[in-house]
């Protein structure tokens, strides 16, 4: 089957989100997560896009660009060098990020400044942190930067037209909502028999039986949750526990 057509922005604004290859980490320490931001910070300088977010997750990562040339040579300037790097600090070959990189447009301010709370957000949401300022790996640290009038990597000029000072944008950054964005979890979805499968395969589903408390069975359920990006029913009935025991397993 033919690969779908990139959907082309009519603003060049795009929310690009780029996955390990089979769920591989892309990131192992921060001296990783470092080193890709200063390949961000290269690409830039010489294609002079411009960058409005970027989020580091250990998997995956969000971008949100304005294109200066192609998009996709962007994400090439950005990845080619940080694979390079990567694959001779651990030792590997071959790739590290999935072949074809997900896109959206984003063609309206008002939708850039919602991708902009929902990439911001990812953190917040795995439970890796309790406010998006306590993520050292987003571009919310650029903003702090870009507000104090600090060199910045972040093209700020649209988000301090709405947010007139940090404490504005990080008001907004951090409120409850039900964005609809672009998801890392979109296209991984299981039947319950794959899903079965997939736990059996891992061992998740002797493990979790075996767990010799609740504390280590509810951690190994939460992992499940938060790597597989399956609903907690679908979980819960596939390992054999009431919606209610996954739900609190993953607080």
Request: proline share 0%; aromatic share 10%; net charge positive.
């Amino acid at each position: 089957m033919a690969r779908q057509a990139r959907k082309r922005s009519a603003t060049g604004i795009y929310h690009i989100m780029l996955r390990g290859i089979d769920k591989r980490n892309i990131f192992l320490d921060d001296e990783d997560r470092k080193i890709f931001v200063e390949k961000i910070k290269r690409a830039k300088e010489k294609a002079n896009f411009e960058l409005y977010a970027f989020c580091l997750m250990d998997n995956h990562i969000h971008l949100l660009i304005k294109e200066s040339e192609d998009i996709g040579t962007i994400i090439k300037r950005i990845t080619v060098g940080y694979v390079g790097w990567h694959n001779n600090k651990y030792g590997r070959t071959g790739h590290l990020f999935q072949n074809r990189f997900n896109s959206e447009a984003v063609e309206s301010e008002l939708y850039l400044l919602t991708v902009l709370r929902y990439i911001h957000q990812n953190p917040l949401k795995a439970r890796i942190v309790d406010k998006v300022e306590a993520y050292d790996w987003s571009s919310y640290k650029e903003y702090e930067l870009a507000y104090k009038k600090k060199e910045s990597i972040i093209d700020a000029r649209v988000v301090k037209h709405y947010f007139k000072t940090i404490r504005d944008l990080n008001t907004y950054i951090n409120e409850k909502n039900n964005d609809q964005c672009m998801d890392y979890y979109d296209k991984i979805k299981y039947t319950d028999k794959q899903l079965k499968e997939k736990l059996d395969q891992e061992g998740i589903i002797e493990n979790i039986k075996k767990a010799s408390n609740i504390e280590i069975r509810n951690q190994m359920i939460k992992e499940a949750y938060l790597e597989l990006g399956v609903s907690m029913r679908q979980l819960g009935r596939v390992l054999g526990l009431s919606k209610s025991i996954v739900e609190k397993a993953t607080k």
